[in-house]
């Protein structure tokens, strides 16, 4: 009996010990995937898949649609990301990016560093962009 009991307590504890790192995993997981897409949409030249990551409660980093435009005469020819960086909670991490970009009009290529800022929000289980769209 003694036995039995302390197998049951000892699953019952392995069960809830490893449910406990699993909200970061899963945050983890969520991230690099935010991150992956993030960069595949702007290495492709998709803004508009691309400000589908930014945060939408602030209307401050939405881009406008001559702003969006504008993005599109650029195509992207090398997104090279730094390493991430914890932010000022949990929640929020940084990235810097080295994004070189060619101009279909004008033949010349530009480099612009993105400082990037990500913030998950708990209630819709994402991370945000919350540094807006590269400046140009």
């Known amino acids: 009996m003694k036995k039995l009991l302390f197998i049951s307590f000892s699953l019952v504890l392995i069960l809830s010990l490893s449910s406990c790192g699993s909200g970061k995993s899963t945050k983890k997981r969520s991230l690099d995937d935010t991150l992956y897409q993030y960069a595949a949409s702007i290495r492709w030249a998709n803004f508009d898949a691309a400000s589908r ?3 939408p409660e602030n209307k401050a980093i939405q881009p406008t649609r001559f702003e969006l435009e504008k993005l599109k005469q650029f195509k992207v020819s090398r997104y090279s990301e730094s390493p991430i960086a914890p932010g000022a909670s949990e929640d929020v991490i940084l990235q810097d ?5 060619y101009n279909i ?3 010349r ?8 800022s990500w913030q998950y929000n708990e209630e819709l289980k994402r991370w945000l962009l919350t540094s807006g769209l590269p400046k140009l």
Not at 97 to 101: A, D, N, P, W
Not at 109 to 115: A, G, M, S, V
């Open 105 to 107: 009009h004008s033949n």
């Open 97 to 101: 990016v080295e994004i070189q970009l």
């Open 109 to 116: 290529t530009k480099t612009i560093y993105d400082h990037q």
């Open 53 to 55: 990551f930014l945060d």
